[in-house]
C-alpha cells in the first residue's frame, strides 16, 4: 500500500490516480508476492518496501522529463546552427524520454512538431544533395499516425521528390562531394597564389581539373597565374640586362697592381677554410713568438701548440674558429722495444717560429710524423701501420683512369693511324690499352703487398683501395693532386680598349667688299677680289647674312667681291686622311664652316660685311670589345663571334656596243629624248635614246668572304704552382669601314635643247672594293690567376694646324686678328689590348677564392650571374705539406 501522505504527494504533482497505480502495479511485479515467505524476511531486516520502490520509479520518470526539455532546447540550438541532423537526434530524444501522459502532453506535443519541421528541413537537404531515398525515408518517418500524419511541409516534399523540375534526378552524393572538394581546392589554390607560392597554386587548380575539366574558376586561376610569372619574367628580364649593361661599364675598370702585403706571398692556391689547403696555410703562417720545452712529455707539447695556435691566428677573428685542430693517434710500444710515444719527452728551444717547423721538430723528437687532414692536423707513429691492410674510398676525377697515367702503352711502338694496323715496333699496338686502377698506382711508385688491390667505379667516379696506412697517405695525395688538375679549367677574357677623341677649334673673319672711290681721285676705284680656285662660282648667298632682295636663284651677298676667299674653313683646311676621305667622299656636303654672327654696312659707301666662322667640337668614340672563352689547361680553345662578309673581288670589264640602231658610235645619235632634233650636232642616221646608247657597267665575277667581328684563339697552361697561367693568345678584331670606289663613269657628248654641248652619264660604272680595319695581336704570356694584364696598345696623336691672315691687315697688332683665322684639330687615338685568366672549377667557380682583382663579364654559363670577383692570395706548395716524415 502506498501512505496517504505519498498518494497526496504524487497528486500535488500533476499525475493521475490511474498512472500512479500503474505505477504501483508495476512496482508489485518489480516486488513479487508480498505474502511470501522471504518477502517478510526482507521486511523485517529493513528492505526496500513497495512504496519506496514506487517513489523511486516516479522520480526517475520526472526526471526524464526534464531531460527531455533540455534536449528540446539543444536541439532548437543545432536547428538554430543549421544543424538538421543533430536538432533532429535530439528532438527523437525527447520524444522517447516524454511519457503518453495527460499532464505531459503539451510538452509532447511540443517535441512531435519539432521533430516533425526539422525533419522536413532535413529531407529537403538530402534532396538538394541528391540522397532522394534518404529524404524519402524522413518524410515517411513524419507522415506516419504517432507523429504527425497530415504535416503539410512534409506531404509537399514528398510530391516534389517525385518531380524531376524541383529536385534533380541526375544529382548524386558523389556530385555533391565533388562540388564541396572543388570549393576547397579553390580557396587553397587562390590562398597559395596571394602567399606568391604560384607552381602549388597551380597544382591545386590541376587538381580541381581532374575533377571538374570544365570548370571555369581554375582556368581564371591558372589565367592569373602566368600573368604574375610573366611579370615576373619581365623583372628578370629588366634585372639581368641591367646586370649585363653593369658588366660594359665595369669593363671598362683598370685593375690596381698587387703588392706584397705583411711579407705574405702574393701568388698561392686557394682558401678552402675547412681543407688541407687553408690548415697547411695556417701552418705555415701562424708564428709563435717562443717555444721552451724542457722534459715535456708529447701530449704536453701538442696541447702547448693548440693552445698558440689560437693565440696567434692571423687569419681568424671569431674565436669558435680560431686555431688549428691537432690530434695524435694512441698507439701502442714501438718496434724493436722502443718506448711508448707517452713515455718520451722532448727539450726544444725556439724562436719566432712557424707553426709547422714547430710542429714538425716535435715530431720528429718524438719518432713520429703528422699528417694534414680536412679539418684536424693527426700525429701518427712513423712505424703505424706498416703490415695491416685498410680500405678506404676516394673520390676522384671522372677520368681518373687517362688523367693519372703517364700514357704510355706496354711495347714500343708507335701509335699508327690505320686502327687495322699489326703495330709500329716491338709490342706496340695501334690502340694502346687502357690501364687498370692497380697499374696506374703502380706506376706512380705504390706498392702493393699481398692482398692488396685497387678498384676504380666510373659510375660513381671512386678509388676503392686496400694497402697498408703508408700506402694509403701516398695514394690520398695523389688524390688531391688528380682532384687539384680537375679544376684547372681556364676563363680566358680579351679586352680591346679603343678609345679615339677629335678636337677642333675654328676662330675666323671672312670679309666681303663692294667697289669704292679712291679718296681723292674720281678715276680710280677700289673693291674687293675674287674667288680664286677656293671656291667654284661666285659666293653662295647662304653663307653670309646679308644678302638684298630679289637676287633671283643665285642672290649675291652685300659687299659681293670677297676679301678673304683664300681663308680655309672647315673641311677646305682640316682634312682627313686618304682612305678616311675616299670613304666619307659621299657624306661631305660643306666645306666652310657656317657663320654665326655678322655686321654687314648696306648703304655705306663702300657695301661690306664681314662674319664671324667660329667652332668648337669634340667628338669621342669608345670601343670595348671583350671576347672570353672556358677551356682546359693545354686545350686549344677559339671562339669566333662574326659575320660573314661576302664581296668583290673580280669584275668583267664595261662594254660598249659599236653600233646602236643602225648608227655607228661616231655618227650617231643626238639626244633621242628630244624627238624631233633627232641628231643635233651628230652623224644625223643614229637612232638616239634618252640616256644615249646602252653600255653595260662591270660586273662582279669572282666572290671572297672575309669573317667581320671577333676572333678569340687561345692556348692555356696552368703552371705547376696552380695559379700560373701560360698563354699562347691571339685575339683579333675586324670591322668594315666602307667601300673605296675603283671604277670611273662612262660618259659620253650629246647636246641640250638649246643646243649647247654637253655631257651625260651612261653609267656609274662602279668597281667597290671593301676597307677592313683590324686589330690583331700574336702573343705568348705568363700571368697569375685573377690579373688582369696589359699584353699590347697604340697610342697615336694628329695634329694639324691651319693659320690664314690677309697680308699687312693681318699683322695690325689688336687690328689685325680680324684678319686672320686659326684652325686647329687634335686626334688622338689610345689602344689597349688586355688579357685577364682565371682558374675555374667545372661549377664556374674560382679555384682560388682568395684573389681580389676587378670583376670581369663571367663565363656565359656561370651559375647564377654574380661577377667572380677574384685576387691574389698567399702562396702554394701546400701539398708538400700533406706529410713530414
Not at 534533380?168 to 552524393?173: E, G, V
Not at 702585403?261 to 686557394?270: A, F, L, M, Y
Not at 659687299?559 to 674653313?569: A, D, K, L, M, Q
Request: proline share 6%.
Amino acid at each position: 500500500m502506498i501512505p496517504s501522505s505519498r498518494l497526496s504527494k504524487f497528486l500535488k504533482q500533476g499525475f493521475s490516480v490511474a498512472f500512479v497505480t500503474a505505477t504501483v502495479c508495476s512496482a508489485n511485479l518489480y516486488a513479487g508476492p508480498t505474502g511470501d515467505a522471504a518477502s517478510a524476511k526482507e521486511n523485517s531486516a529493513g528492505a526496500t518496501t513497495l512504496s519506496d520502490i514506487a517513489e523511486r520509479e516516479m522520480v526517475r520518470r520526472l526526471q526524464r522529463v526534464k531531460d527531455a526539455e533540455i534536449s528540446l532546447d539543444e536541439g532548437q540550438a543545432l536547428e538554430a546552427d543549421n544543424d538538421f541532423d543533430g536538432a533532429r537526434a535530439k528532438y527523437k530524444l525527447a520524444l522517447e524520454n516524454i511519457p503518453r501522459a495527460p499532464l505531459v502532453k503539451s510538452k509532447r506535443d511540443r517535441a512531435t512538431k519539432l521533430f516533425a519541421d526539422v525533419s522536413v528541413k532535413l529531407a529537403h537537404q538530402r534532396a538538394t544533395e541528391g540522397r532522394r531515398e534518404e529524404a524519402k525515408e524522413l518524410l515517411d518517418a513524419v507522415l506516419v499516425d504517432e507523429v504527425a500524419p497530415d504535416h503539410p511541409g512534409a506531404k509537399k516534399i514528398m510530391l516534389r521528390l517525385q518531380d524531376p523540375e524541383w529536385y534533380n534526378h541526375a544529382l548524386s552524393p558523389e556530385h555533391v562531394t565533388n562540388v564541396a572538394e572543388v570549393d576547397r581546392l579553390l580557396k587553397v589554390a587562390k590562398g597559395y597564389f596571394n602567399l606568391g607560392d604560384f607552381d602549388n597554386s597551380e597544382k591545386q587548380y590541376d587538381a580541381v581539373l581532374r575533377i571538374d575539366r570544365y570548370n571555369t574558376a581554375a582556368r581564371r586561376g591558372q589565367e592569373e597565374i602566368e600573368k604574375a610569372r610573366r611579370d615576373y619574367h619581365k623583372s628578370s628580364r629588366a634585372h639581368t640586362r641591367s646586370r649585363l649593361m653593369r658588366q660594359v661599364d665595369e669593363a671598362w675598370e683598370t685593375q690596381v697592381p698587387l703588392l706584397s702585403v705583411e711579407g705574405r706571398d702574393i701568388g698561392g692556391g686557394g682558401d678552402d677554410s675547412t681543407g688541407r689547403e687553408y690548415i697547411a696555410r695556417k701552418l705555415r703562417e701562424t708564428v709563435i713568438p717562443s717555444v721552451l720545452f724542457d722534459e715535456a712529455t708529447v701530449d704536453e707539447a701538442i696541447e702547448f701548440l693548440r693552445q698558440k695556435s689560437r693565440e696567434f691566428d692571423p687569419f681568424e677573428t671569431d674565436e669558435a674558429e680560431k686555431g688549428v685542430n691537432i690530434v695524435r693517434r694512441q698507439s701502442a710500444a714501438g718496434p724493436d722495444g722502443a718506448a711508448p710515444v707517452e713515455e718520451q719527452t722532448i727539450s726544444l728551444r725556439l724562436t719566432n717560429v712557424p707553426l709547422a717547423e714547430a710542429l714538425r721538430y716535435v715530431a720528429e723528437g718524438s719518432g713520429m710524423k703528422y699528417k694534414i687532414e680536412p679539418y684536424t692536423v693527426v700525429i701518427v707513429p712513423l712505424w703505424q701501420g706498416t703490415n695491416d691492410l685498410y680500405t678506404r674510398t676516394f673520390r676522384v676525377p671522372p677520368d681518373f683512369l687517362s688523367s693519372a697515367s703517364d700514357g704510355g702503352g706496354a711495347g714500343g711502338g708507335d701509335v699508327v693511324d690505320d686502327p687495322f694496323a699489326t703495330g709500329g715496333g716491338d709490342g706496340g699496338t695501334a690502340l694502346k690499352p687502357r690501364q687498370t686502377a692497380k697499374e696506374i698506382l703502380m706506376s706512380q711508385g705504390i706498392t702493393f703487398p699481398e692482398g692488396a688491390s685497387a678498384f676504380f667505379n666510373p659510375r660513381t667516379s671512386t678509388l676503392v683501395a686496400r694497402n697498408t696506412q703508408n700506402n694509403m697517405e701516398l695514394i690520398e695525395v695523389l688524390v688531391q693532386e688528380l682532384l687539384k688538375a680537375v679544376a684547372s679549367q681556364v676563363y680566358i677574357t680579351t679586352k680591346f680598349v679603343e678609345i679615339t677623341q677629335t678636337n677642333l677649334d675654328e676662330l675666323g673673319f671672312d670679309w666681303m667688299l663692294g667697289q669704292f672711290n679712291m679718296p681723292g681721285s674720281n678715276r680710280i676705284f677700289g673693291g674687293g677680289g675674287t674667288l680664286g680656285n677656293q671656291r667654284g662660282g661666285e659666293s653662295p648667298g647662304n653663307d653670309y647674312t646679308f644678302v638684298p632682295p630679289g637676287g633671283g636663284t643665285t642672290p649675291v651677298p652685300t659687299g659681293r667681291f670677297p676679301v678673304t676667299s683664300g681663308f680655309r674653313f672647315g673641311l677646305d683646311g682640316i682634312q682627313s686622311n686618304a682612305i678616311d676621305g675616299l670613304l666619307q667622299e659621299k657624306l661631305l656636303t660643306s666645306n666652310i664652316s657656317p657663320a654665326i654672327f655678322g655686321v654687314g654696312g648696306v648703304l655705306t659707301d663702300p657695301q661690306f660685311q664681314v662674319v664671324i666662322r667660329a667652332l668648337n667640337q669634340k667628338k669621342g668614340a669608345d670601343l670595348m670589345t671583350a671576347p672570353s672563352v672556358v677551356t682546359r689547361s693545354g686545350q686549344r680553345a677559339k671562339i669566333e663571334i662574326i659575320r660573314e662578309f661576302i664581296y668583290p673581288t673580280e669584275y668583267d670589264p664595261p662594254e660598249i656596243p659599236q653600233e646602236f640602231f643602225g648608227g655607228g658610235i661616231q655618227g650617231g645619235g643626238g639626244l633621242g629624248g628630244l624627238g624631233g632634233l633627232g641628231g643635233l650636232g651628230g652623224g644625223g642616221g643614229g637612232g638616239g635614246a634618252a640616256g644615249g646608247f646602252p653600255v653595260t657597267p662591270a660586273n662582279p665575277t669572282s666572290f671572297e668572304m672575309r669573317p667581320v667581328g671577333v676572333t678569340l684563339e687561345v692556348d692555356p697552361v696552368v703552371g705547376a704552382d696552380g695559379f700560373t697561367l701560360e698563354l699562347n693568345i691571339a685575339p683579333e678584331v675586324t670591322e668594315f669601314e666602307g667601300f673605296v670606289n675603283y671604277g670611273s663613269p662612262i660618259q659620253t657628248g650629246a647636246v641640250d635643247a638649246l643646243g649647247q654641248p654637253t655631257t651625260i652619264v651612261l653609267t656609274e660604272n662602279r668597281i667597290e672594293q671593301p676597307v677592313f680595319s683590324t686589330r690583331k695581336l700574336t702573343t705568348s704570356v705568363t700571368i697569375w690567376d685573377g690579373q688582369t694584364v696589359a699584353i699590347g696598345g697604340l697610342i697615336r696623336e694628329d695634329v694639324q694646324n691651319v693659320q690664314d691672315k690677309v697680308p699687312l691687315f693681318g699683322d695690325i697688332p689688336l687690328l689685325g686678328r680680324f684678319f686672320r683665322t686659326n684652325s686647329e684639330q687634335h686626334f688622338k687615338k689610345n689602344l689597349m689590348i688586355f688579357v685577364t685568366g682565371r682558374l675555374i672549377d667545372p661549377a664556374g667557380q674560382p679555384v682560388n677564392s682568395n684573389v681580389t682583382g676587378g670583376a670581369n663579364p663571367e663565363p656565359g654559363a656561370a651559375a647564377d650571374g654574380a661577377a667572380i670577383d677574384l685576387g691574389m692570395g698567399a702562396g702554394g706548395g701546400a701539398s708538400d705539406a700533406l706529410f713530414n716524415n
